[in-house]
């Protein structure tokens, strides 16, 4: 603060002088410092979030839909040349497989993938000159039968999710075809047979 004097016998004020540069600069530095954000401190009791495992593409031969090199409904008869006849016989009391008036077929070259396996039996069964069913069989050792078909069951696949009926069978589909797999006695006493029927889904099980 200074005084001011206005001539003799006047009165005097005190008038405010500015502040001084260095507490202008102080002022804006604290102000700078209180906008910095504090760094969290880390505990190191606390475990840091695991990164995440890359993703698993599954083996494609675990999906159905691979099965299905022809469409339903083909006619046989485009198809006669790389076709072999086989005789198909089955319970009657099975109602997952229904042959009547049907004429199945396996193909002369090497038959699809499944389960990561060459198939040991492969169908395509014709009602009246039409595709209407596909059947294949895979044959397994029996301590590691059950593993392979609930790893089916349990990822088959992206369209939606297989509906489980028991340990040694499951069946599920999408919009055009659905499937019945099952798990059977094999001829050799340490085989399993993994079945699996394949219809349109329209088709009656």
Same mark, same amino acid.
């Given at each position: 603060?200074?005084?001011?004097n206005?001539?003799?016998?006047?009165?005097?004020?005190?008038?405010?002088?500015p502040?001084?540069? #260095?507490c202008?600069?102080?002022?804006?530095?604290?102000?700078?410092?209180?906008a910095v954000?504090?760094?969290t401190?880390?505990?190191?009791?606390?475990?840091?979030?695991?990164?995440?495992?890359?993703?698993?593409?599954?083996?494609?031969?675990?999906?159905?839909?691979?099965?299905?090199?022809?469409?339903?409904?083909?006619?046989?008869?485009?198809?006669?040349s790389? +076709?072999?006849?086989?005789?198909?016989?089955?319970?009657?009391?099975d109602?997952?497989?229904?042959?009547?008036?049907?004429d199945?077929?396996? #193909?002369?070259s090497?038959?699809?993938?499944?389960?990561?396996?060459?198939?040991?039996?492969y169908?395509?069964?014709?009602?009246?000159?039409? +595709?209407?069913?596909?059947?294949?069989?895979?044959?397994?050792?029996?301590?590691?039968?059950?593993?392979?078909?609930?790893?089916?069951?349990?990822?088959?696949?992206?369209?939606?999710?297989?509906?489980?009926?028991g340990?040694?069978?499951?069946?599920?589909?999408?919009g055009?075809?659905?499937?019945?797999?099952?798990?059977?006695?094999a001829?050799?006493?340490r085989?399993?047979?993994?079945?699996?029927?394949?219809?349109?889904a329209?088709?009656?099980?």
């Amino acid at each position: 603060m200074a005084l001011e004097n206005h001539g003799l016998g006047g009165t005097r004020r005190r008038v405010a002088k500015p502040a001084c540069a #260095f507490c202008a600069a102080m002022s804006i530095a604290l102000g700078a410092c209180s906008a910095v954000p504090t760094a969290t401190p880390v505990n190191p009791m606390v475990p840091s979030a695991p990164a995440a495992a890359p993703a698993v593409t599954p083996d494609p031969s675990f999906d159905w839909h691979g099965l299905l090199v022809v469409p339903f409904g083909s006619d046989r008869q485009t198809l006669q040349s790389s +076709l072999h006849e086989v005789l198909f016989f089955h319970d009657d009391a099975d109602a997952d497989v229904k042959s009547e008036a049907e004429d199945c077929y396996t #193909f002369a070259s090497a038959p699809p993938r499944f389960i990561g396996r060459p198939t040991d039996h492969y169908f395509l069964c014709f009602h009246n000159d039409r +595709l209407n069913r596909i059947q294949a069989v895979v044959t397994l050792p029996s301590e590691t039968a059950p593993e392979l078909f609930a790893q089916f069951c349990d990822a088959w696949p992206r369209d939606g999710r297989a509906r489980s009926s028991g340990a040694r069978k499951c069946e599920g589909g999408d919009g055009a075809a659905a499937f019945s797999a099952r798990l059977e006695p094999a001829a050799e006493e340490r085989e399993t047979e993994f079945s699996i029927v394949v219809r349109p889904a329209a088709a009656p099980n």
